[in-house]
Structure formats: C-alpha cells, structure tokens
C-alpha cells in the first residue's frame, strides 16, 4: 500500500515557474510508474506526465510538451514534476499518482494511489 503527499504549489505568475514534489511511502516505490494529473474547477481531471518505473521514459500532455519536465529519484522514493513558462490555463489541482504494475499511462484507471492534491494557481 502506497501513500503520496504532494507539495510544492503556490501562487505564480504567468511565465513563471514551480516545482512540484511528490513523496511515496510503503510499497515497492521503484517498481511503480509515476504520473501528474490536474483538475481545474469545473473541468474533469486530466493527465499531465508520466514516467515508467525504470525512468528512462517520459510522456506528456500536449499541453504542457516543452515546458514541464517529469522525473524522478528512486533512492529518496520522489517524483517532481517542473514547470515553466506557467500559463493561467495551467491553474489547478496537481495529484500525484502510482501504478504498482510499472507501466502507467495515460488512463487515470490505471493508477491505484493518489495524493491529496496541491493547488497551483498561475495569474496573469
């Protein structure tokens, strides 16, 4: 059973950048593949990165191609999620996200544990 605690979020302005955490306790954190999503208010979540277990594959939305890098430090059991050139369509809540199989995805079904969520609010 793994557990995520995302932090990091703030108040930004546009053009800015952030650099979102995410910790993982128990279960077999370098076997999981890792993910970002967001939700802004209203919308529905949506993925944003991916990075497989071995973390020599990334993915993204293409929303957020070029400006925000996903990666990861199997030692320390972290995931980070940079973000720059940060737009107010980027305002929302970021989760982090595990999938214990090791391969991820774009699908939020395919991750088993989320995080609480930290709130990202880019101003123009």
């Known amino acids: 059973q793994a557990r995520l605690v995302e932090s990091g979020g703030g108040l930004v302005q546009a053009g800015g950048s952030l650099r979102l955490s995410c910790a993982a306790s128990?279960?077999?954190?370098?076997?999981?593949?890792m993910g970002w999503f967001r939700q802004a208010p209203g919308k529905e979540r949506e993925f944003v990165a991916g990075?497989?277990?071995?973390?020599?594959?990334?993915y993204y939305a293409d929303s957020v191609k070029g400006r925000f890098t996903i990666s990861r430090d199997n030692a320390k059991k972290m995931v980070y999620l940079q973000m720059n050139s940060l737009k107010p369509e980027d305002t929302a809540v970021y989760y982090c996200?595990?999938?214990?199989?090791?391969?991820?995805?774009?699908?939020?079904?395919?991750?088993?544990?989320w995080g609480q969520g930290t709130q990202v609010t880019v101003s123009s």
């Open positions: 128990g279960g077999t954190f370098s076997r999981y593949a």
């Open positions: 996200a595990a999938d214990s199989h090791g391969y991820g995805g774009t699908p939020q079904i395919t991750y088993e544990y």
């Open positions: 990075i497989r277990w071995t973390g020599d594959y990334t």
